[in-house]
């Protein structure tokens, strides 16, 4: 306690009485776990002394007390993933956060947050000399840990340094309780984080929980982490007053959305919390929308929309320039922050679905259709009613058919892994097979299928892996590679993605891009590609990561960038009014050439 009463007797006696209570609260506190531990019990059986609410209340946050958080922030998620008794479930991790937090909040200065780290630390107990110790293997090395700012004695205090510094040269090789790896598949696996459903929000401490623990597992388990595009430092510095001062359980929800979104992966989101993703409301207008030309343009109108004349009055490939008196460019900037995404065009395909929602009841659109601007008034409709729009811009109809005898077509939102060999049999003799991924596989294709298209052994794929003795290293693995099977398909092979592709679908495009000849048509896709690896957060919410990198076997990246075609194609609003599937129209042109007729093509192609 040295290192303490030297800092108390720099402030005055309110301060030192203010801060000496959290200290001794806290203590005791971790004095009391300490012993529970000891005598044997589980992590599930630890003190519940928070169960209803951390009793921690934050009004304000000074800049003093927002970069002290910042360091409590980052050395509770070091600790989280290194120290032996956090490591081996002795501690229940999130509640030891509410006990030193008064503290921390209640410091006069930066020593003294750091003297009270310092003493939580020491209260954890000696960390024993490790026999053997985790190494780190440079063999195979993707990137490294981050962990420079340990040594950072002008930032902690050459204590504090110096014991962060010791409990990292002294970790035990692959012990973790908070992640695991999934079984053959390698990616984080985070079930032992608490959801915490009953929590009664707004609750600042548990809000913080959720910023450190989300925070904390981009940190050390996001094999994307150098791919966030953000100073993720920087960001737990803004998001600490952003999630900590959220006055409503809606607000907390929004502002995880927004730390969400920072990280620029497609596969993390705010699941149950959708409904809090702006623009609000119950109900939709009854038109689909896709951004088209960078434009927001009706695709297809439902059921629900009033067709008492001969026609609707909105039209497919109108272009929406308006909504309810405000413009959709100001409308689209007010709402891009809360919508993760791995890149642009994933973003703009969320947004489509959900810019028209809203309350139930009559509404405003305005539209531009050959150089006019038409206003109309339309009524929102329950969202069950209206059509959530397009998540797949495939042909309707049949999995599998022949566009003539020449082109053969198959679909993999309803093609199935026992029939691969029987598409592959229907287009024999064909010139050339379209494999349409403009949409998110049924099942998984790609050996299935892919074998199927491979002439010889073919590597397509290298992952990188987490670590569990290294958090925040990550290793290469060998590459993955098709086998081929027979039926073998000898013609050309032509692929077709866009902004609806993600994930398994750029997976499998990327493995069928790697059958000799094959290519790929259509526009940039989501960029969102791996293993996912979902954990809760505080209030009974949901995300996930990308638990896995996904390269091509030269390493080159797919992760924000997508799967980028080798022809690029997108729809045109002409397109769009006439009903045509340009993507499909280039994608037959491939196969027959340039010299096919553009009517037998555009006939082939048509929806």
């Known amino acids: 306690m040295n290192e303490v009463r030297q800092a108390l007797d720099t402030f005055n006696r309110a301060w030192r009485l203010r801060f000496l209570l959290a200290l001794i609260c806290a203590s005791l506190a971790l004095a009391c776990q300490a012993q529970e531990t000891k005598s044997g019990k589980s992590t599930d059986q630890l003190a519940h002394e928070f169960d209803n609410g951390?009793?921690?209340v934050i009004t304000e946050l000074t800049p003093l007390q927002i970069d002290n958080l910042v360091t409590l922030g980052r050395v509770w998620g070091f600790l989280k993933y290194h120290h032996p008794q956090v490591t081996s479930g002795q501690r229940q991790w999130d509640y030891d956060l509410f006990r030193i937090l008064p503290a921390i909040l209640a410091a006069h200065d930066r020593p003294t947050a750091n003297a009270a780290l310092l003493h939580w630390i020491e209260d954890l107990g000696d960390v024993a000399p490790c026999k053997p110790c985790a190494k780190l293997d440079e063999s195979d090395l993707d990137f490294r840990p981050d962990l420079d700012w340990i040594a950072n004695a002008a930032l902690l205090g050459a204590d504090l340094s110096e014991s962060l510094r010791s409990i990292r040269d002294n970790r035990l090789p692959g012990k973790q309780f908070y992640v695991s790896t999934v079984a053959n598949i390698g990616n984080p696996s985070f079930d032992r984080e608490l959801d915490y459903a009953s929590l009664k929000l707004p609750d600042a401490g548990f809000q913080l929980l959720a910023l450190f623990r989300f925070w904390n597992i981009i940190e050390y388990w996001s094999p994307y982490r150098d791919l966030v595009g953000e100073d993720w430092n920087g960001v737990l510095t803004e998001f600490i007053p952003r999630i900590a001062l959220a006055k409503s359980a809606e607000a907390y929800q929004l502002e995880l959305l927004a730390l969400i979104a920072k990280t620029h992966d497609g596969h993390a989101n705010l699941w149950r919390s959708l409904p809090v993703q702006p623009p609000v409301g119950k109900c939709r207008l009854p038109v689909n929308i896709r951004f088209v030309e960078n434009q927001p343009v009706v695709i297809g109108v439902s059921a629900a929309y009033p067709n008492s004349v001969a026609e609707p009055e909105i039209k497919t490939g109108d272009v929406v320039t308006g909504l309810d008196g405000v413009p959709v460019a100001k409308l689209?900037?007010?709402?891009?922050?809360?919508?993760?995404?791995?890149?642009?065009?994933?973003?703009?395909?969320?947004?489509?679905?959900?810019?028209?929602?809203?309350?139930?009841?009559?509404?405003?659109?305005?539209?531009?259709r050959d150089n006019r601007e038409l206003d109309f008034n339309i009524k929102r409709?329950?969202?069950?009613?209206?059509?959530?729009?397009?998540?797949?811009?495939?042909?309707p109809g049949p999995t599998f058919r022949l566009l003539s005898k020449d082109v053969a077509y198959l679909k993999l939102s309803s093609a199935k892994t026992a029939d691969a060999a029987h598409y592959i049999e229907q287009a024999a003799g064909t010139r050339g097979l379209i494999i349409d991924i403009r949409n998110y596989p049924s099942e998984f294709m790609v050996f299935a299928l892919g074998s199927l298209l491979a002439e010889s052994e073919t590597a397509f794929v290298r992952f990188t892996q987490g670590d569990l003795s290294n958090p925040g290293a990550f290793h290469w693995a060998a590459p993955l590679s098709l086998i081929p099977q027979t039926p073998h398909y000898s013609g050309k092979v032509v692929i077709l993605v866009d902004e609806t592709s993600q994930s398994q679908a750029e997976y499998t495009s990327l493995a069928f891009r790697a059958a000799r000849g094959a290519i790929v048509v259509g526009s940039t896709t989501a960029g969102a590609d791996g293993n996912v690896s979902p954990f809760a957060l505080p209030g009974g919410l949901r995300t996930m990561i990308s638990g896995i990198s996904v390269f091509y076997p030269d390493k080159t990246p797919t992760q924000r960038i997508g799967i980028v075609p080798n022809v690029e194609v997108k729809p045109t609003i002409a397109g769009i009014?006439?009903?045509k599937d340009e993507v499909l129209e280039e994608a037959v042109r491939q196969i027959l050439g340039r010299q096919a007729s553009p009517v037998e093509i555009e006939k082939m192609a048509k929806p």
């Not at 890149?343 to 810019?355: E, F, G, H, Y």
């Not at 409709?381 to 042909?395: I, K, Q």
């Open 381 to 395: 409709v329950p969202s069950a009613n209206a059509g959530s729009g397009a998540t797949a811009h495939d042909l």
């Open 577 to 579: 009014r006439a009903g």
């Open 332 to 368: 689209v900037e007010g709402w891009t922050p809360y919508y993760p995404a791995s890149n642009d065009q994933a973003r703009l395909r969320d947004i489509a679905r959900s810019m028209t929602r809203g309350e139930c009841g009559e509404s405003s659109i305005r539209v531009r």
């Open 54 to 56: 951390s009793g921690i």
